[in-house]
């Protein structure tokens, strides 16, 4: 019988075209039904291109369809991948360069902190409307979202609807895959336990070959060879004893140790001769969103041009969780975003925690963690407590609690008064204004 997949933010073209290359890999869903939607007709004809040209390449036979209809996309479907964006460069741009003003100094800014918590703002009701027809159109479908910033969302569709969903990040994977030629060995023969929060969990075991290799992984990464490639992350390695998942650029951004004075911004992230995709430079989300904006219709051009198609599978989840929960069950491992009920027992109850997760068969089992280090917990709960009051302000259209995520930001926090803080939350907010329906 063919699943039903769709696709919601389908002219994520690149993102997309990973995604079903990867389902397509799975003998139970190369006969599905790719259906693609997005509010850009120019980028979701190129999606559509392009699954055609996955499909034929591998001799598939799966069918693909293209809609700017939500609610025919979603009817029916098996699956729903999220990979939307509300807005354009236009407002992103706002939610970094008015924190700049003030002296908040930010590198990506879609996560958490003051340009998270408005990106939350205009995103959610977009995710609330999808949410809604899933829940007329498709109520037993599985909900996979990759759109961020993913702890707030997830948080706030989770507490507002009984559709299956939870939310995937590829910083876990990568990370992983990251340690292991580090240390040397094949990514197969690793293993290991990581949680947190959503861009902020901590590797808490790593086994290679059976051997635990924490501590060899403090070590390995002071060393001068890799010290360079991540050093905000080899840093906390050094000081908090676990490796965060996620990079540099991002992970200075949810502390209040390397952003808050020039000479630290110029030892951690601004650094001439990085080895780091991302060390931490200012506004780099913007500069990556110039140069796709530029360079993506090329790009997609030449790969439709080109005969030889890579339909080897990847490593992000998706595919591998629909493969277990409507495929050919066989289980699937993996980190997902869920509410913390029981799960991670010292960080806040209901706050969204990233955990290890097993798919099967309709069914996802989030395996619970207990205690994990003070240290990791300490950081992790002040921003999870963050999160939860921008999504307690959201549902209750409360704008002071938003208010106070983003006073307790710990970049924020380091960088102004209260004083400074509400100027620049009421001129965010003034910006943000026709986005945010209430």
């Known amino acids: 019988m063919r699943k039903k997949i769709a696709f919601i933010g389908a002219g994520s073209v690149t993102f997309t075209r990973n995604l079903v290359r990867d389902i397509l890999s799975y003998p139970s869903l190369n006969n599905s039904i790719i259906t693609l939607m997005d509010i850009d007709s120019e980028r979701l004809q190129y999606s559509r291109n392009i699954v055609k040209e996955l499909i034929k390449a591998g001799g598939y036979p799966a069918k693909v369809y293209a809609t700017m209809d939500r609610k ?40 958490r902190g003051p340009a998270g918590v408005f990106r ?27 759109t961020n910033p993913m702890a707030m969302l997830c948080r706030l569709l989770q507490a507002e609807s009984q559709v299956r969903i939870t939310g995937l990040c590829h910083s876990v994977q990568h990370t992983a895959d990251m340690l292991s030629k580090w240390l040397g060995v094949e990514d197969k023969k690793i293993s290991y336990l990581c949680a947190g929060i959503n861009h902020q969990s901590f590797f808490l075991e790593f086994y290679a070959d059976g051997e635990e290799m924490t501590e060899k992984i403090r070590e390995v990464s002071m060393s001068p060879k890799y010290y360079k490639k991540d050093i905000v992350r080899n840093e906390l390695c050094k000081y908090l004893k676990y490796y965060p ?40 989300s913007i500069e990556y969103y110039e140069q796709q904006k530029e360079n993506w219709k090329t790009e997609i051009e030449q790969w439709l041009k080109n005969p030889k198609k890579n339909l080897c599978r990847g490593d992000e989840y998706a595919a591998g969780i629909f493969n277990a929960f409507f495929g050919d069950g066989e289980e699937f491992r993996f980190n997902g975003n869920i509410r913390n009920f029981g799960i991670i027992d010292n960080l806040p109850w209901g706050c969204c925690v990233e955990t290890p997760v097993v798919a099967s068969k309709n069914k996802l089992e989030y395996i619970r963690v207990g205690m994990i280090p003070p240290q990791t917990a300490l950081i992790n709960s002040i921003n999870a407590q963050c999160e939860e009051l921008a999504v307690q ?22 960088r102004l008064s209260l004083k400074e803080i509400r100027e620049m939350f009421d001129e965010m907010f003034s910006a943000n204004r026709e986005f945010i329906k209430w």
């Open 245 to 284: 998942t996620e990079s540099s650029g991002h992970s200075s951004e949810y502390l209040p140790w390397f952003r808050k004075r020039e000479d630290l911004l110029r030892q951690y992230c601004e650094i001439e001769d990085s080895e780091d995709w991302n060390p931490g430079k200012y506004a780099k």
């Open 120 to 146: 939350f703002l205009r995103t959610a009701p977009d995710m609330t409307e999808i949410i809604r027809d899933i829940e007329k159109l498709a109520p037993n479908a599985l909900v996979l979202n990759y």
């Open 72 to 111: 025919e996309a979603v009817q029916d479907a098996d699956g729903v991948i999220i990979t939307i964006l509300s807005g354009d460069i236009s407002i992103w741009r706002k939610d970094i360069e008015i924190p700049k003003k003030y002296g908040v100094d930010i590198c990506i800014g879609d996560t």
């Open 393 to 414: 302000g959201y549902q209750e259209k409360d704008r002071e609690k938003i208010f106070y995520s983003i006073c307790y930001d710990p970049l924020t926090a380091a």
